[in-house]
């Protein structure tokens, strides 16, 4: 089976490449646009417009003006002049730039296992974490030119160290994973070919159920830009960038404050956000069910999983009160837990959460209300099974660096085997 090299090619050299195959391309853009260029529109930065859009130069046209009407809207200067973004972001937005690779490009780290985004978007407007991303973005574009000068030629891109240590189903969290894909549908719409590379490390078993749900919004330049690495990721990463640019746990020598090996003072940790930042439940309930429980009683909603490995997520709120809520599986004849049955106080805030089934069958989801004789409960709910798919896992396959697939990925000490 075809596997990706350890060696990429170079950023730079390959937009320059591209810019001088598709010349007149170039050439047509810029005649259509000429009404919006400024002196810092060169050939090079617009190229990104057209490949970001595979040269078709209508297509590019249309995402060039409707950033540059995005930047008017977000008042973009003003915000990386005035902008401060909320506590709760400062404080627990993951993610951070630590150094520099062998390009000069800087070096970005997303701690995805430790992204509390629930707590996060209880806890600020969804404007703010979009305008915390753009002056991230903002300032990585003043970042290359103080590069650029300091090395005296053009530095541009990123370099992504996508770490998800610690990620569980609880990222499947419907809302959090359609806002964490907004946000970078906004960044490629306004900031093209930013990303030059992205290595993923300690990548989970559910893996390949989370790029699944991501794989509409990712493009073939976007994934041929994502690599996959196995446990020994350290060597593949000091291949593109130097050790003492690279933090202790990822395998370099940089260490933040006081020997930090995390390096947590430019690389923010996260965790869970404490709930006195919230604002408000900002649940959508839109394409939620609603349904009532008698005092008294209980319903049992019943779903069929086909293939083993697939994702099983709920998220349900009530009006007033709390309800008893658990999972199981039926296996003749007998009911065996996968959830147990406990209250849960979804009307003070929203429940949410997903299992992994390890097999096939009939999945139960149980509202129980029988402990409350005085008053039935109004429920809203939404319930959706993500299926194991076996193509891709064969797209993943071609981003893994080294031999194997998938199945025989290493991850840490402990090689994962996957029944999807």
Known sequence: MHRKKYTLPHHNESCVRDEGEKDPALQKFKAQIQDLLTDKHDDYSLTKWLKARQFHVAKAEHM?????????????????????????????????????????????????????????????????????????????????????????????????????????????????????????????????????????????????????????????????????????????????????????????AMTGKDGDAYCTDSIPAGGDVPETYYLQSLTNTDNMETTTIPRGDKIVLKYEVDTPGSILRWEFKTEGFDISFGVFLQREGSKIPIVPLERVNSHMVPEDGSCTCEEAGTYELCFDNSYSWARGKTIQYSVEIVEADDNIKTEIDHMIVGNGGWNDLVIGDTTVTTRM
């Open 64 to 252: 060039f003006r409707t950033s540059m009407a995005y930047r008017e809207k977000m008042k973009i200067e003003d915000l990386v002049k005035n902008y401060t973004p909320p506590e709760v972001l400062q404080k627990y937005l993951t993610g951070g730039f630590c150094g520099y690779d062998k390009e000069g490009s800087p070096v970005r780290v997303e701690r995805y296992g430790y992204l509390d985004m629930k707590g996060i978007m209880y806890s600020c407007k969804k404007l703010d974490l979009e305008k915390t991303k753009i002056l991230q973005c903002e300032r990585t574009v003043k970042d290359w030119e103080t590069q650029s000068q300091k090395l005296g030629r053009r530095v541009d891109g990123i370099t992504v160290i996508f770490d998800m240590e610690g990620v569980s189903s609880r990222m499947m969290w419907r809302p959090g994973l359609q806002m964490y894909l907004y946000l970078v549908k906004v960044l490629e719409d306004n900031y093209p070919e930013m990303m030059k590379r992205m290595f993923v490390v300690n990548a989970p078993r559910i893996f390949p159920l989370l790029y699944k749900l991501c794989r509409p919004l990712i493009s073939e330049d976007m994934k041929n830009k994502i690599h996959v690495l196995g446990g020994n990721f350290a060597g593949v990463l000091l291949e593109h960038i130097d050790a003492d640019q690279l933090p202790v746990f990822l395998g370099g």
